[in-house]
């Protein structure tokens, strides 16, 4: 997937006497108009390199990740923003279901926050090739910042009164910030006091 979807990429390694099927053949010949570089390592390689995860006989390595400003997502219409999400399976999720839903960017803290990570990059399946995340030092600070550029905040919040279908029609068509908040804990005290709306 991250071949397919034209990730950056620095080397395919593969397992040496692996069987070629499809997905492999695919592979090489994305890599090879790519031009990116492949080299044939050992099973007991490819484990280390990936500290014991399961990568079926193939590891993309790639240069660290360049995030997006706030300032360069701010022409779009619907961002997703990651309040204290830590884990790094969840940004890739989220990431596929931003790409899904259209989202033209996602919005992380730079502390106590999942940033782009090898993990993060495998759950998205390439999406996070697709939708740019800009890291801000302040979440509280830059949604006040996108709501003085016309963005609604909208808190999904599992205690909140309210829920989608109670929203003003304008809400989703306008230019709109969704904030999700951290695992168990959901949104921060903050956060939850800028949203403009908190939903459930």
């Not at 592979?27 to 492949?38: C, E, H, W």
Request: net charge negative.
């Amino acid at each position: 997937e991250a071949l397919r979807a034209k990730v950056p990429a620095s080397a395919l390694y593969v397992q040496a006497k692996l069987e070629a099927d499809d997905r492999w053949r695919e592979a090489m010949r994305l890599a090879v108009g790519a031009s990116i570089p492949i080299l044939e390592v050992a099973k007991s390689e490819l484990d280390r390199m990936t500290d014991g995860g399961v990568h079926q006989g193939m590891v993309l390595t790639m240069p660290e990740y360049q995030y997006s400003s706030a300032e360069d997502l701010e022409h779009g219409t619907l961002l997703v923003a990651l309040d204290g999400v830590t884990d790094p399976r969840n940004l890739g999720a989220i990431a596929r279901s931003a790409a899904a839903f259209g989202a033209d960017g996602i919005i992380i803290p730079t502390r106590r926050s999942v940033g782009v990570t090898a993990s993060g990059w495998k759950t998205s399946a390439g999406a996070l090739a697709r939708v740019p995340v800009a890291q801000v030092t302040n979440l509280t600070r830059a949604l006040a910042s996108f709501q003085k550029k016309g963005f609604t905040v909208v808190g999904l919040a599992a205690d909140a009164d309210a829920d989608l279908a109670t929203l003003a029609k304008d809400v989703l068509t306008d230019p709109v910030i969704i904030v999700i908040g951290a695992e168990g804990e959901g949104l921060s005290r903050l956060v939850g006091e800028t949203c403009d709306w908190r939903v459930g």
